[in-house]
Every structure is written in C-alpha cells, then in structure tokens.
C-alpha cells in the first residue's frame, strides 16, 4: 500500500509497518510500497513491538508512524559499525 492509503485505512494512529519497495534518493529513504504489520494505541506500545521483531528478523525494513503524518520525510542513515579496543596479551597496539 502507499501511505496516502495507510492514512486513509488507519486515522489517527500509530503503526508498525515494514516497507515491501523502498529506494533511496537524495540521501532520502522513499517508500514506495508499504505493509501495515500492526496498529497501537499509543506509541511507546508499537515501539515495544518494533523492537521485538526487529531483533528477531534485522534484516527486515520496518518503521514506526502516526498516520497524522502526511509526508513520510526519512534521512538515510549510513552506520559505519562501532570499533572497541580487544583485550588480548598478546598484542600490542604500539
């Protein structure tokens, strides 16, 4: 579904939805195509439930919105991992 459509079917609430087609322009996610996983209401709730299914399936591209929303304005974000030091005898770092 697009969001104007998400809106129309679901006023004034708060989803977890997964984008099904999605590309990236401009530094910019755009969701072409979106799946309503399931309706909250309120939002540390669907913010629970984000968190569950994204630690048990990652690589799925999943969202929180209120449908009040009428744009979907989402920078991309690009993660460079984190780095920490490993304790190790026998290694040095000088």
């Known amino acids: 579904m697009k969001w104007q459509e998400i809106r129309d079917y679901y006023p004034h609430q708060w989803l977890l939805v997964e984008a099904i ?4 322009e401009a530094n ?5 195509q979106l799946a309503v996983i ?19 399936a990652p690589q799925r591209e ?8 009428a744009v979907l304005d989402i ?8 780095r920490r030091a490993f304790s190790n005898p026998g290694w040095s770092s000088h």
């Not at 399931?38 to 048990?56: K, N």
């Open 38 to 56: 399931s309706a909250f209401p309120d939002s540390p709730t669907a913010l629970r439930s984000y968190l569950q299914l994204h630690r048990e």
């Open 75 to 82: 920078p991309e974000r690009h993660w460079l991992g984190i």
């Open 28 to 32: 910019r996610r755009i969701l072409d």
């Open 62 to 69: 999943l969202y929180v919105f209120h449908t009040n929303r």
């Open 21 to 24: 087609k999605a590309h990236s």
